[in-house]
């Protein structure tokens, strides 16, 4: 179950980080609910996740899968593409999460 509390606590966050840009400084009151309501659940599901998995590597797959999840959703919601140093940026966090994952001792659950 810990990834699976670690997958939803990503997805609350990307949906709460994606609403604070829609929520314009917390003027329009729909997407700033979502913005309260995604990080309330979102800190929530990784205190069950730190039951289990050290707070370092919870944390670094974390920002590194939101990082990637934003940056989807900015291209797709916001239009905002990222450009080749971006792009390379990512892919290197992404080899980071994987290196944690094969290598890692830490990781095992």
């Given at each position: 179950m810990t990834y699976?509390?670690?997958?939803?606590?990503?997805?609350?966050?990307v949906i709460a980080t994606?609403?604070?840009k829609a929520a314009e400084g917390f003027?329009?009151?729909?997407?700033?609910?979502l913005v309260v309501i995604g990080y309330v659940a979102a800190f929530f599901l990784l205190s069950l996740v730190l039951r289990t998995?050290?707070?370092?590597?919870?944390?670094?797959?974390?920002?590194?899968?939101g990082i990637i999840l934003l940056a989807i959703v900015g291209a797709i919601a916001f239009r905002e593409i990222p450009d080749t140093p971006a792009i390379i940026g990512m892919g290197l966090i992404i080899a980071g999460v994987i290196v944690i994952h094969v290598f890692s001792q830490t990781v095992r659950l």
């Open positions: 699976v509390y670690l997958f939803l606590a990503i997805v609350a966050e994606s609403s604070l003027t329009k009151l729909g997407p700033s609910l998995m050290t707070v370092g590597i919870a944390y670094a797959i974390w920002s590194g899968v």
